[in-house]
């Protein structure tokens, strides 16, 4: 399948188109922090970072997004040598893994809420739930095309064949990952 | 559901590139890694005598976080360098605005 897809320089197109999306991707996200960063500490009303943001919930989901990082690659080695038994499993945890970090961002965002904090109560507000909102829905995307890939493999339609695929997934899926390590720290722990 | 039962291949896959994908062990060296390096930001955070240097050291250890998913889970450092360059170009100027900003808004100011 991939011998379809290469260039003259020997990469296969597809990962050198997916490549510059995800370099794309680094100045959407980049414009987002730093309009965050610009505007940290210049809320004139409150709820104040240091009033809602909650550490150790973050921590765990964090902690969550790094395990499911690991499953998407055990997924590929997997697919890679044709163990689909176990791709199947690897897939399926990173999925639920996506899913427990979208019910917690949830939670949080209804928390929020509930202690006074929208998009429109100050400038602290707008920035927070535009940035992680913008990441939340990237990884919901990445829940949506690791439920796909999983309905492909049920149905034996992915194959090593496809490892391709599969590693085009999970770059996507560890570039949300990365963006969260930023968000964790910029956003989160340096308040 | 431990790693081992699941991979009793652990050697490295190879990609169709031609650029062998590290196995198992190293994914897991590398969670493990990850792990130690979180619970090492979360303490740094809770730490009082550690504030002082708060922002720096929080700015590292995500640094190395970032860097080792994506040499290892992206495989950048196995991969062809066009697609290091293709990623790093967008990456460092995206870093270059986020400073140029924070110091043109007075977020990072030089004394």
């Known amino acids: 399948m991939s011998t379809g897809h290469h260039t003259s320089l020997g990469l296969d197109s597809r990962k050198i188109a997916f490549w510059a999306f995800i370099g794309s991707e680094c100045l959407l996200f980049g414009s987002l922090i730093s309009t965050y960063l610009v505007y940290k500490g210049k809320s004139l009303v409150g709820p104040y970072p240091h009033d809602v943001l909650n550490i150790p919930f973050t921590s765990f989901s964090t902690f969550d997004l790094l395990m499911s990082s690991l499953w998407m690659v055990l997924a590929l080695a997997a697919v890679q040598r044709n163990d689909m038994k176990w791709a199947k499993v690897w897939l399926l945890g990173t999925a639920l893994g996506g899913l427990i970090f979208l019910g917690g961002q949830v939670w949080e965002f209804s928390h929020f809420v509930r202690e006074g904090l929208t998009l429109h109560t100050n400038l602290f507000g707008a920035t927070f739930f535009v940035l992680t909102g913008t990441h939340g829905l990237h990884v919901a995307v990445g829940v949506l095309w690791l439920l796909t890939l999983l309905v492909r493999a049920l149905q034996g339609k992915l194959t090593s064949a496809n490892a391709m695929t599969v590693e085009i997934t999970g770059l996507y899926w560890h570039f949300v990952d990365v963006i969260w390590i930023v968000i964790f720290t910029l956003v989160y722990l340096i308040q | ?111």
């Open chain 2, 1 to 111: 559901m431990s790693a081992d039962s699941a991979h009793s291949d652990s050697s490295p896959h190879v990609a169709p590139a031609g650029h062998a994908h590290p196995g198992a062990a190293v994914y897991l060296r590398i969670a493990v890694i990850l792990f130690m390096l979180t619970v090492l930001e979360v303490g740094i955070f809770y730490v009082p005598a550690f504030h002082p240097i708060l922002v720096p050291a929080l700015l590292i250890l995500s640094a190395i976080k970032f860097t080792l998913v994506v040499l290892f889970y992206m495989h950048l450092k196995m991969d062809s360098k066009i697609f290091t360059m293709i990623f790093g170009g967008p990456l460092l100027l995206a870093t270059a605005v986020m400073i140029g900003l924070c110091f043109l808004f007075g977020v990072l100011v030089i004394r």
